[in-house]
C-alpha cells in the first residue's frame, strides 16, 4: 500500500500563487505516474495535471493551462503543482494520486490517493 502525503494548500486572493507538493510515504515518486485532481462541493473530482514515470511527458486541463504547471523533484521525491493567477473556480480539495502505469485523465483509473489538501481562493 502507498501513502500520499499531500501538503501546501490554504488560502490564499486572487492572482495569488500556491505550491502543492505530493510524497509517496516509503516509495520512490520515479515508480509511479502521477496525477494531480480536484473536486469542488457538489461537483466530480476532475483532471489537473499528470506527469509520467519519467517525467518526460506532462499533461495539463485547458482550464489551467498557462496557469500550473506540474513537476518531478527525484531530490526530494516529490511532484510538485505549482498554480499561478489562481481564480475563484480554482477553490477546490485537491488530490494527489498514484497510478502504476501510465498516467490516465480519468480518476477512476489511479492506484492510489492521498488525503486531499484545500485550497480556496477568495476574491
Known amino acids: 500500500q502507498v501513502q500520499l502525503v499531500e501538503s501546501g494548500g490554504g488560502l490564499v486572493q486572487a492572482g495569488g500563487s500556491l505550491r502543492l507538493s505530493c510524497a509517496p510515504s516509503g516509495r520512490t515518486v520515479s515508480s509511479y505516474g502521477m496525477g494531480w485532481f480536484r473536486q469542488a462541493p457538489g461537483k466530480e473530482r476532475e483532471f489537473v495535471a499528470s506527469i509520467t514515470r519519467s517525467g518526460g511527458m506532462t499533461y495539463v486541463a485547458d482550464s489551467v493551462k498557462g496557469r500550473f504547471t506540474i513537476s518531478r523533484d527525484n531530490a526530494k521525491n516529490t511532484v510538485n503543482l505549482q498554480m499561478n493567477s489562481l481564480k475563484r473556480e480554482d477553490t477546490a480539495v485537491y488530490y494527489c494520486?498514484?497510478?502504476?502505469?501510465?498516467?490516465?485523465?480519468?480518476?477512476?483509473?489511479?492506484?492510489?490517493w492521498g488525503q486531499g489538501t484545500q485550497v480556496t481562493v477568495s476574491s
Open positions: 494520486a498514484a497510478d502504476r502505469d501510465y498516467p490516465s485523465f480519468n480518476y477512476k483509473l489511479y492506484d492510489y
